[in-house]
T-cell receptor, first 114, second 112 residues
Framework: KAGVTQTPRYLIKTRGQQVTLSCSPI?????VSWYQQTPGQGLQFLFE???????NKGNFPGRFSGRQFSNSRSEMNVSTLELGDSALYLC?????????????FGQGTRLTVV | GENVEQHPSTLSVQEGDSAVIKCTYS??????FPWYKQELGKRPQLIID?????GEKKDQRIAVTLNKTAKHFSLHITETQPEDSAVYFC???????????FGSGTQLTVLP
């Protein structure tokens, strides 16, 4: 069974631009969560999608948004990029909504804003 | 919201010794506590987790203990090996694991 796949692996963008990252969950997993990992702030929850709907949202500005498609693949978008958005963006998928599940992470997308 | 504190931030041990990493959480509603290992340049990987209905769980050289009254949980690694060197993160959440709050991480170095 293929794991969680994130594309692209690396991105370099200029301040003010926007970026879209993609996450394909493990087959059969319907929930996708996004996290931002930085040396200073650690791993922080961005948002979670299930059945094409955002279910939970972390404490990030509105420049960070996402969506989920009917095949459970998810994208996140960051608009008007700032230097501080440079980070490793990780997505995680879980099998189902409910209890007693675990989160499986992708390799991440390393975003550098210059 | 939930806050998870993790200590120590760095830990060096001799090969064969034990390593202990401790975390505390603030939200009494949290009932799922996973531990992730992240090697340099790689994804976080779940190594063990515990749910609030048990106090201890063990998997070979790794064990986790949970004290719900005190709101703290710990990771114990025995007979450490150089390949255990990595950053370890504790986290808390509800049982669905869809929204996890992470500790700040512990850089474990096992010296040969």
């Amino acid at each position: 069974k293929a794991g969680v796949t994130q594309t692209p692996r690396y991105l370099i963008k200029t301040r003010g631009q926007q970026v879209t990252l993609s996450c394909s969950p493990i087959s059969g997993h319907r929930s996708v969560s996004w996290y931002q990992q930085t040396p200073g702030q650690g791993l922080q929850f961005l948002f979670e999608y299930f059945s094409e709907t955002q279910r939970n949202k972390g404490n990030f500005p509105g420049r960070f948004s996402g969506r989920q498609f009917s095949n459970s693949r998810s994208e996140m978008n960051v608009s008007t990029l700032e230097l501080g958005d440079s980070a490793l963006y990780l997505c995680a998928s879980t099998p189902r909504v409910g209890k007693n599940t675990e989160a499986f992470f992708g390799q991440g997308t390393r975003l550098t804003v210059v | 919201g939930e806050n998870v504190e993790q200590h120590p931030s760095t830990l060096s041990v001799q090969e064969g010794d034990s390593a202990v990493i401790k975390c505390t959480y603030s939200d009494s509603a949290s009932n799922y506590f996973p531990w992730y290992k992240q090697e340099l340049g790689k994804r976080p990987q779940l190594i063990i987790d515990i749910r609030s209905n048990v106090g201890e769980k063990k998997d070979q050289r790794i064990a986790v203990t949970l004290n719900k009254t005190a709101k703290h949980f710990s990771l114990h690694i025995t007979e450490t090996q150089p390949e255990d060197s990595a950053v370890y993160f504790c986290a808390s959440g509800d049982g669905s694991a869809r929204q996890l709050t992470f500790g700040s991480g512990t850089q474990l170095t096992v010296l040969p």
